[in-house]
């Protein structure tokens, strides 16, 4: 992959590398219970160094093309979350990954990142398919896949254990055809 990661816009929105001074707002946002609580690999409590650790992996993993990670902020800089895509370039596929500050939930802003990353995949990453996954119990997540145009593909029972109990998982995929294909309906 190039050796620097781009910076995506959208209309409200603007996609960019994470920085190191992006840590204290990651800790506070991403160190919410809710936010923990929703996610599949948020830890809480998110202690002291964990946002700066976590930063510091981005760059090595974009230049080896495992993962991209975007900070989504507004145009004025503002940070609201992150959205990734963990990357299997060899089957031309990526799984997507995001979360959103409690403060920020209920305005669109996660449907707009998804977007964006998933034609991102497509266009300059050649992927053929992009791929997510909730916890059963958030199908806010769901409802974010579904209006980016992802397809629900199944549930696993039971397939991840989150603080001590055992979560179902939602699957959802979108192809490269699918963006091209008409819509039904």
């Known amino acids: 992959m190039t050796a620097d990661q ?24 991403a160190g919410a219970a809710a936010v923990a609580d929703t996610t599949l690999a948020i830890p809480h409590p998110y202690e002291d160094g964990m946002a700066e650790a976590w930063i510091a ?3 090595p993993a974009y230049t080896c093309g495992d993962n991209v990670v975007f900070a989504i902020t507004d145009h004025d800089g503002l940070l609201f979350g992150a959205i990734n895509l963990r990357l299997e370039l060899q089957h031309a596929r990526g799984e997507l990954g995001y979360w959103i500050g ?3 939930w209920g305005h669109g802003y996660a449907t707009e990142a998804v977007t964006a990353v998933i034609a ?6 050649g992927l053929n398919r992009v791929e997510a996954r909730h916890l059963s119990r958030n199908p806010a997540s769901g ?17 991840v254990r989150k603080q001590g109990r055992f979560e179902d998982l939602e ?3 979108i192809l490269r055809s699918d963006r091209a294909a008409p819509s039904s309906g």
């Open 171 to 173: 699957y959802y995929g």
């Open 143 to 159: 409802r974010v896949m579904q209006k980016a145009g992802m397809r629900h593909e199944g549930q696993q029972r039971q397939q």
């Open 57 to 59: 992996t981005h760059a």
């Open 120 to 125: 991102y995949g497509f266009t300059a990453l």
């Open 6 to 29: 781009p910076t995506l816009r959208t209309q409200r929105l603007v996609l960019r590398p994470f920085a190191r001074a992006d840590a204290p707002t990651v800790q506070r946002l």
């Open 102 to 104: 409690e403060p920020y």
